[in-house]
């Protein structure tokens, strides 16, 4: 980016009289038509608009297009800004002077000057930038220590068995000793910190596998594509008793239909935003999430570590932007 062009008082009182000298040598006609024109301006900025941003562009007419320069008359808010002295184009220089908790309109003087074959002339204008307020938006993230979120896993062969706070999530429908078994697992993470008025922007499930070496870990497509839901739930649970029998209620709208594994050892970044845009409003609607096969037939499994997994860097993550 250029320096910013502006007309110090030094500057301004040179060119002033040159303008002084050159009027003592017109002629009457050179007084009635001055040769250039320009008008007071004004632009929309969007507030912490970035350093580059173009605001507007300047315009003055002139006799001829060239020998029309442009300059900013310095004072305290032209140093935000950027003036290209040969197209009148402005931009934003410092994007801290931008915010609209601090002023929601900015005035510019601008000098147009024009010099031809015999005089120069030169003209000011007002420039009001008027400043646009725009929401504040927050990047939330799930904390993957906190105590407050919950997870269990459920199966179907020991329906009555209740297995919180696992250290692997299984999502599979395998065999036990010729016996079919199937995992499903539950999770909900802590949104207190969130606004209930919050507009969701989007927001992003993290599942990673845990990668340890253990086949028992690893992905499997054996018999048939393992694809998988996450789904909404939409009554309570309690981790301490969830069981396989006593599995809470949950919403097929909205459904996150994820796709078969490419690898055995992949990680997921998943879509939840239709999901989390339920709570809006209804803190009470947060009440997590089940994960499970869209075929439950065996041999197929997804895996991934848990909220409890030792390396916290593996654990699940929710990753949420909204609006406050």
Known sequence: MKTNKTLTLKKLFYIAAILVLFAGCQTDTAFVDPQIAITDQA???????????????????????????????????????????????????????????????????????????????????????????????????????????????????????????????????????????THRTYLQFNLDSIPSYAEIIDATLHLCNPNDGNTDHFHSSFTGLNTFYVRRVTSEWDDETLSWNN?????????????ASQKENQDYSIDVTEIIKERTGNPQNNVGFVLMLENEAYY?????????????????????????
Request: proline share 5%; glycine share 2%; charged share 20%.
């Open 43 to 181: 632009f929309l900025l969007s507030e912490k608009s970035p350093s580059g941003t173009m605001v507007g562009q300047i315009v003055a007419t002139a006799s001829q297009k060239t020998g029309l320069y442009y300059y900013l008359i310095a004072d305290s808010s032209s140093k935000a800004f950027f003036l290209n002295d040969s197209t009148g184009e402005l931009f934003v220089l410092d994007t801290l002077a931008i915010n609209y908790n601090r002023v929601q309109q900015i005035s510019l003087k601008v000098m147009a000057v024009y010099s031809d074959s015999v005089n120069n002339y030169s003209q000011s204008a007002t420039i009001k930038i008027n400043i646009k307020n725009e929401p504040d938006w927050v990047h939330w993230i799930s904390d993957r220590t906190s105590d407050k979120n919950k997870d269990a896993v459920v199966n179907s062969l020991y329906p009555t068995m209740n297995q919180p706070h696992p250290d692997i999530y299984l999502i599979d429908a395998w065999t036990n000793h010729l016996t079919d078994i």
């Open 247 to 259: 599995q809470p209620n949950f919403a097929t709208d909205g459904q996150v239909l994820v796709p």
């Open 300 to 324: 197929r499994r997804v895996c991934f570590a848990s909220l409890n997994y030792p390396d916290t860097n593996l654990r699940p993550k929710l990753e949420i932007n909204y609006l406050k």
